[in-house]
């Protein structure tokens, strides 16, 4: 099925070609948001737009993009009228690492970006459907081609490559990831599937099945022909997460290990799947085809090559 496409953004596209389907606004401006969606008249709205990072420790109105911005967009679509759909992203940090959620509603958020980011679901839920059919959906860690700077899964391609990243012990986690383009094929699927099947629905995005930590480590290092990757003892990793922790404090914004880093390294992290997959179907590409493509991308783009 075909779309035709409004990116609605205060960032330019990172792809150049995309450009001439962007227009900046601020979605915390809610006359402007008002009034691109009153010209535009989409027919459906995929939210994907927040304030992702985790740096914000004092309070949560650092996030308002996550909360305010969401009753701006509903407030967009209820003035518009024309809106079909609507898919909210928000993130799987509204649980705690480690922790499965035992309904849609179990929150155990552990940074602020987690609590505005429940508080955004909170938010579509209260409004129920007065503006429509939505959908929620929780990306995992998702990776591949055009992710930028601050993405940790291109820094953790670019620590393989430059042969920094280590195993951790014998730690071999499964984790529900999700490749880039399969991600788009599941929302594609989501836009397109009858409403009964995903309206008020709650569904995390990743791949399935969940990946191994280990082997897919392996893959990208033999995808960007960098050395075997080492095994650490786990005791160390902790030492050295904790010093990250300690250099944090002391005003590094961004240490190359930390506790919550080693935690999310090493904690298996494994999300129900089962109605996403009756709504998609198989996915078109497995972890090392994604592997590949992304690796040729970096080396395309970024200028990334082997070292040592």
């Known amino acids: 099925m075909g779309w035709e496409v409004l990116n609605i953004d205060l960032a330019e596209p990172r792809n150049r070609k995309h450009l001439h389907l ?6 915390l401006d809610r006359e402007a948001m008002i009034e691109v969606f009153r010209s535009y008249k989409p027919e459906v709205v995929l939210h994907m737009a927040a304030r992702t990072d985790l740096h914000e420790s004092r309070s949560i109105k650092g996030y308002a993009a996550n909360t305010d911005g969401v009753v701006n967009v509903i407030e967009a679509i209820r003035q518009t009228g024309s809106v079909e759909r609507t898919v909210f992203a928000s993130s799987r940090l509204v649980c705690e690492i480690g922790h499965t959620p035992t309904n849609e509603e179990d929150y155990r958020p552990s940074t602020l970006y987690g609590k505005s980011n429940a508080l955004g679901e909170r938010l579509v839920r209260r409004a129920g459907q007065s503006f429509g059919p939505w959908v929620i959906v929780r990306p995992t860690s998702i990776w591949g081609p055009w992710f930028d700077v601050p993405v940790p899964y291109k820094r ?22 999700g490749y880039v383009d399969n991600t ?38 033999e995808a960007l022909g960098a050395k075997p990757i080492k095994t650490v003892p786990l005791s160390l990793l902790k030492i050295a ?9 002391l005003g590094w914004r961004e240490p190359p290990l930390t506790k919550f880093r080693l935690d999310n390294m090493i904690t298996e992290m494994v999300y129900d799947t089962s109605e ?31 070292q040592g």
């Open 22 to 27: 962007w227009r900046r606004v601020d979605l």
């Open 156 to 177: 953790f391609f670019e620590l393989i490559a430059r042969n920094r990243y280590v195993h951790p012990g014998q730690r071999n986690p499964r984790k529900s990831f």
């Open 184 to 221: 788009i094929y599941q929302l594609e699927k989501i836009l397109e599937a009858p409403t009964e099947k995903v309206n008020a629905k709650t569904l995390y995005l990743s791949d399935y099945p969940p990946i191994f930590l280990r082997q897919w480590a392996n893959q990208i290092q």
């Open 241 to 249: 997460a904790a010093m990250g922790n300690a250099a944090k404090v």
């Open 276 to 306: 996403l997959e009756c709504i998609v179907g198989p996915l078109p590409y497995f972890a090392d085809q994604g592997v590949a493509i992304t690796a040729d991308w970096l080396r395309n783009h970024n200028g990334l090559r082997k």
